[in-house]
C-alpha cells in the first residue's frame, strides 16, 4: 500500500533524506510549504530519479498557487495526481473562481481538466486593481 508524506517541512535537504531512506512512495509536496515552485520541482526531479511519484495538493492557497501546482504537474513525468478542491474551481462551485477576476483572463477548469494558457510564465497575471479592492482574496 502507498504511503504518502506531506512535505510540509523544509526543503530539498528533508527532502533529500526522505527519499534516500524510502519513507514514502508519494510525496504531497505544495509549493508554498516546501519553498516555491522551483524547490517542488527540485523534490519532484529528486523523487523521479528514485523512482517515486508526487500528488501536489490544494485546498486553500488561493488561485496563484492553484496555477502554479497545475504547472508543476505539467512539468514533471511522475505525478500522481493533483489534489484539488474541484468544487471550489468550478464555476457551480462555492467560490466560483472561474467567475471572479483574479486574473485578467479566468482560469480555463472544467472540474476535471486544466487548460494551460499558453502564455509565458504561469500563463496568468493578476488584475491589480481588483486583487487591491478586496479585503480578503480567498
Not at 27 to 55: D, F, H, W
Not at 88 to 95: A, D, F, I, L, Y
Request: hydrophobic share 40%.
Amino acid at each position: 500500500m502507498p504511503h504518502t508524506k506531506n512535505m510540509g517541512i523544509n526543503k530539498s535537504k528533508f527532502a533529500s533524506r526522505l527519499i534516500d531512506k524510502r519513507a514514502a512512495s508519494v510525496l504531497n509536496l505544495p509549493p508554498p510549504n516546501v519553498g516555491g515552485l522551483t524547490e517542488a520541482r527540485k523534490i519532484a526531479t529528486l523523487a523521479e530519479s528514485r523512482g517515486m511519484q508526487i500528488a501536489p495538493h490544494f485546498f486553500s492557497y488561493g488561485p496563484l498557487n492553484w496555477v502554479a501546482m497545475a504547472n508543476l504537474c505539467m512539468a514533471v513525468p511522475n505525478v500522481l495526481i493533483l489534489e484539488a478542491n474541484a468544487l471550489r474551481e468550478s464555476t457551480s462551485g462555492p467560490k466560483s473562481l472561474n467567475n471572479n477576476q483574479f486574473f485578467k483572463e479566468p482560469i480555463q477548469f472544467d472540474g476535471f481538466y486544466f487548460e494551460p494558457s499558453g502564455k509565458p510564465g504561469l500563463g496568468y497575471e493578476y488584475d491589480e486593481k481588483f486583487v487591491v479592492s478586496r479585503e480578503k482574496l480567498a
